[in-house]
């Protein structure tokens, strides 16, 4: 990671996983960029960037959180019929997307908290 470029992790405030990241992030003294997607929501071309980033919409979908189990049938189907679905659910719903997303010095884009991968990335 470039020693001028922080990373800019997108999330919302309250989720306890952004909440850790963040944490983790002072904890090694690690200055960052805070996006909340509630103020500023990824726009479509953010959205297709991070999905082939990640090798597909499908790893920016959260299906663990209350907002993807209060979706309705059609919903779930049309964002697991196809990446455009996908996407298309997640501009309209951030609160689906799974959190936290950092956009790393580097280039890089990760979704996801992992302690030890974090720390590898910034050690290399």
Do not use: Y
């Not at 909440?19 to 297709?48: C, I, N, Y």
């Amino acid at each position: 990671m470039s020693t001028t470029t922080i990373p800019r992790l997108h999330g919302i405030p309250n989720c306890d996983t952004v909440k850790r990241a963040r944490a983790w992030l002072a904890a090694q003294g690690r200055e960052h960029e805070f996006v909340d997607f509630k103020r500023q929501p990824p726009d479509a071309a953010q959205l297709q960037r991070w999905s082939q980033a990640l090798g597909g919409a499908d790893a920016l979908v959260n299906r663990r959180g209350t907002t993807w189990r209060k979706l309705d049938d059609a919903q779930r189907a049309a964002a697991e019929a196809s990446p455009d679905g996908a996407l298309a659910l997640l501009r309209a719903q951030p609160s689906l997307i799974r959190r936290p997303v950092v956009e790393w010095g580097d280039g890089a884009v990760t979704a996801g908290f992992d302690a030890a991968a974090w720390q590898a990335r910034l050690a290399g």
